[in-house]
């Protein structure tokens, strides 16, 4: 933790963001100045539940090592103690370095005014982002609108970068849902875990590529709401959410159909 200060020179904590397990926290490099986002686990009071918490934490600093070293995500820079009882796995911002402004595809869906070209890149970062996870032999499992975050590039174009990996899980050992029966009927009227495929929603399928490919079209059919009801991304994302796995579009045709829009 020496070698972190606050972002602000005159300190206060800046929270990119919180959920059940984690908070994610801005900070600088003491000696580099960059910016450094770092997700703080509290650890129990438990001894065992706490080198249980550690062992999960451990997971997924390999993971982050791994995953990090392509450029389509965060660089992972570290695990460290951020104080008692408390650990954090420290990662490349992604955001602006100046002021800590982090925009996720939410908030950019919301909020920017872009044109169909500059919505045809962003979906095509996302995924060829979620193809190179697919190549080191990973599945992403949660990717979400708030699960994706947007930054600028230095030819001032807004790129799209998936980022928490908490539910990252091998191709051959998948994430399971198992909902009960009463979340099984809220998934039915879309109350609940609407991001989530149907075979593994409510078969108790383990998670697959196609899964991913169906979180992936959730994803481009409001990135095409967002884009004044883009027919083209509406197409993609109603095609790859379909109930059956096969009738899915692959990662690479999703590649090809955008690639060939611009």
Not at 71 to 77: D, I, M, Q, V
Not at 167 to 193: G, W
Not at 235 to 254: A, N, W
Request: aromatic share 8%; hydrophobic share 40%; proline share 4%.
């Amino acid at each position: 933790m020496d070698d972190l200060k606050p972002f602000h020179p005159g300190g206060g904590d800046v929270i990119l963001g919180s959920g059940v397990s984690a908070t994610v926290q801005l900070f600088r490099h003491e000696v580099t100045n960059e910016p450094i986002a770092v997700k703080i686990f509290k650890l129990p009071d438990d001894i065992q539940e706490m080198n249980e918490k550690m062992g999960h934490i451990a997971e997924e600093a390999g993971l982050l090592d791994i995953i990090g070293r392509n450029n389509c995500f965060p660089s992972y820079l570290g695990c460290l103690e951020t104080s008692l009882g408390y650990v954090g796995l420290a990662m490349g911002f992604v955001g602006d370095p100046a002021t800590g402004e982090s925009w996720t595809l939410a908030r950019g869906m919301r909020e920017l005014v872009l044109s169909t070209k500059e919505w045809y890149q962003l979906a095509l970062d996302i995924t060829i982002s979620l193809g190179q996870m697919h190549g080191m032999g990973y599945l992403m499992n949660d990717l979400k609108e708030d699960n994706c975050l947007l930054r600028k590039t230095r030819t001032g174009r807004w790129e799209a970068v998936i980022v928490d990996f908490g539910l990252v899980f091998p191709q051959a050992s998948p994430f399971f849902c198992y909902l009960s029966q009463q979340e099984k009927e809220k998934y039915r009227r879309k109350e609940i875990y609407t991001h989530i495929a149907p075979e593994c929603a409510l078969d108790d399928q383990g998670t697959t590529i196609m899964s991913d490919v169906f979180q992936l079209g959730r994803v481009l059919k409001l990135m095409g709401v967002a884009a004044a009801y883009n027919d083209e991304l509406n197409f993609i994302g109603t095609v790859c959410t379909q109930k059956s796995p096969l009738k899915r579009m692959t990662i690479r045709e999703i590649i090809e159909y955008l690639e060939c829009l611009m």
